[in-house]
């Protein structure tokens, strides 16, 4: 195949052979980044990156960053609270000012679902969701596959469930249409507030009891509780959430013996996962972060390139 793509702004229209080609340039680049020690490479030296962040990053901001400055690019960073948004200009206009300054691309986040589709309206720089809203979060799934493949998840045979804050997280809508593209069975997990049953009708199962499908899975992916974006309370008290839905080490030995523990990040211990198992042999959680560089990595270079390899 070859790439065709300018903008990553949702996976549910990626096919199979896509996933592939960013998995595989997103390996080449880990495995050279592990090995070599520059890490650096000059593809894309001259092009420019404006990482527009309009809500909160610590791993999808840096990791951005980090990735096209190994590729050699211009890295720019957009801080919505000191721009002249707060002098109310329209977030269209900003778009538009980024785009006259003759960016390649911009990585965006935003709280709206749906902001990268404006920004793509309003630039001719390929378009990259780094998250919006509860929408998609297409780079963090890509991520995921890199990190399952990797780890020899075979996903035709494999069973992943994704836990949690279901109806509030971007990464589970993506990382349920990465995985379903890919062939991987996926079960989503949580109490009925956090799990509308139509999520399961249109992509997935579910299940209600955590403790009857741990021992079925091979992947147990956590997520946090999204206070950010509730506008009621949805849990009475950690500690409760923690007794039926959090990953502790009693419930981890009751799961196959290589299961893969993910979690997106920011992760909160003691609330979706105990420490101990955040941090334990089966926990790839920091892998994920490594990862998380080299699939971005590879998108920069196909979306502005649509060179295959490194
Ligand atoms: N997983 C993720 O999106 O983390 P950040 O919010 O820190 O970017």
Redesign the pocket.
């Known amino acids: 195949m070859s790439w065709a793509r300018k903008n990553v702004i949702d996976l549910d229209d990626f096919s199979k052979e896509e996933i592939m080609a960013v998995l595989e340039l997103g390996k080449a680049f880990k495995d050279s980044m592990n090995s070599h020690p520059a890490k650096s490479w000059d593809t894309l030296r001259g092009y420019a990156l404006a990482n527009m962040f309009f809500?909160?990053?610590?791993?999808?901001?840096?990791?951005f960053q980090l990735a096209g400055l190994r590729l050699g690019m211009h890295v720019i960073n957009f801080s919505a609270d000191s721009s002249s948004l707060r002098k109310n200009e329209s977030f269209e206009d900003t778009i538009k000012t980024l785009d006259a300054m003759k960016v390649d691309a911009m990585a965006v986040?935003h709280s709206e679902n749906g902001a990268p589709y404006k920004v793509a309206e309003n630039t001719s720089a390929a378009v990259l969701n780094?998250?919006d809203g509860t929408h998609a979060?297409p780079t963090?799934a890509l991520l995921d596959l890199l990190t399952m493949w990797e780890k020899g998840l075979d996903f035709e045979k494999a069973h992943v469930a994704i836990v949690g804050d279901i109806v509030h997280s971007r990464?589970a809508r993506s990382d349920m249409h990465g995985l379903r593209t890919m062939g991987a069975r996926v079960t989503l997990v949580g109490p009925p507030q956090f799990l509308p049953p139509e999520f399961g009708d249109k992509w997935a199962g579910v299940c209600y009891d955590f403790d009857e499908i741990i021992p079925h899975v091979d992947v147990l992916y956590m997520l946090r509780i999204q206070k950010e974006r509730q506008e009621k309370t949805y849990i009475s008290s950690a500690a409760e959430y923690m007794s039926m839905y959090g990953l502790t080490e009693g419930r981890l030995a009751r799961a196959k013996r290589g299961v893969l523990v993910m979690h997106?990040?920011?992760i909160n211990r003691g609330v979706e996962i105990e420490g101990s198992v955040a941090d334990g042999p089966n926990s790839v959680i920091l892998d994920?972060v490594t990862s998380?560089v080299a699939v971005r990595m590879a998108l920069l270079q196909l979306c502005l390139t649509g060179k295959m390899a490194p």
């Open positions: 809500e909160n990053s610590t791993r999808t901001r840096m990791s986040r780094a998250g979060h963090q990464v997106p990040g920011p994920q998380g």
